[in-house]
């Protein structure tokens, strides 16, 4: 015996109601393309900033490495002190605390809620942290001492550098490898310059510089994954609803 034809009727609304699927909606993370490459980046930098602390705890001269390297930045620097002077205030407190603010607005009005939050606590923790570990390394310059490691100022210029940079990432349509060098590029060069600045004035050696722009680096990242996965977690509590009315109904 054949069957007979197979109709298709409406749709009840019981098979509407038994259909309901919950949809994640996967939120654009902060970091991009950046976001597996981001944790090792981060715990590197970290290690880098603390074996030169170790290194240099409690010195109060300058090393064969921030000798040659100091000569080096002054046979460049030496004649251009004003412009030097100029640079190291991208770095100074005041101007770090202005640009975070400007940052995190604009990322605001950009729909860059992540970044804008990035913009406030990065550079800040960053401040906090070069700030802290001063006395705890004890490393000093100059007379009369004062504490010299990590870098204070490329510390924050970097930081605001790397907030900088995430939001320029979030536009430009970039592959992992593209991002990475985007962002380690705009983060080298400010830490670089107002690092270099700092070394052409003497208020830090090199190595200083170099152990404030990783531990702006480490901080920054890791703030970035931590930011991330809260929002992450948030956004899966407010999951959407979406109706699925399943195969045809045979009446």
Do not use: Q
């Not at 603010?101 to 913009?119: E, Q, S």
């Not at 700030?131 to 210029?157: D, M």
């Amino acid at each position: 015996m054949k069957p007979g034809p197979l109709r298709v009727g409406p749709v009840s609304a019981a098979d509407l109601l038994g259909s309901l699927e919950p949809v994640r909606v996967a939120p654009a993370p902060l970091l991009g393309p950046l976001r597996r490459p981001a944790p090792p980046v981060a715990g590197a930098a970290f290690g880098v900033f603390a074996l030169l602390g170790l290194r240099y705890a409690g010195d109060a001269n300058a090393g064969r490495v921030d000798t040659n390297t100091e000569n080096a930045v002054d046979a460049v620097t030496g004649s251009h002190w004003r412009f030097v002077g100029w640079v190291i205030e991208f770095g100074s407190p005041p101007f770090v605390v202005l640009a975070g603010g400007l940052l995190a607005g604009l990322c605001l009005l950009l729909g860059r809620r992540r970044l804008a939050v990035l913009a406030i606590v990065g550079p800040g923790l960053t401040g906090l942290a070069t700030t802290l570990s001063k006395p705890v390394f004890g490393r000093t310059i100059g007379e009369p001492a004062g504490f010299a490691y990590p870098s204070g100022h490329t510390g924050g210029a970097t930081a605001i550098a790397l907030v900088a940079a995430l939001l320029l990432v979030s536009f430009v349509p970039a592959g992992r490898g593209a991002a990475l060098a985007m962002v380690g590029a705009v983060a080298l060069l400010a830490g670089g310059a107002v690092g270099t600045g700092m070394v052409t004035i003497g208020a830090h050696y090199p190595t200083d510089t170099v152990g404030g722009f990783c531990i702006a680096i480490a901080i920054g990242l890791g703030s970035a994954l931590v930011i991330d996965r809260f929002a992450d977690r948030r956004a899966d509590r407010k999951r959407p609803i979406r109706i699925n009315p399943g195969p045809p109904t045979a009446v």
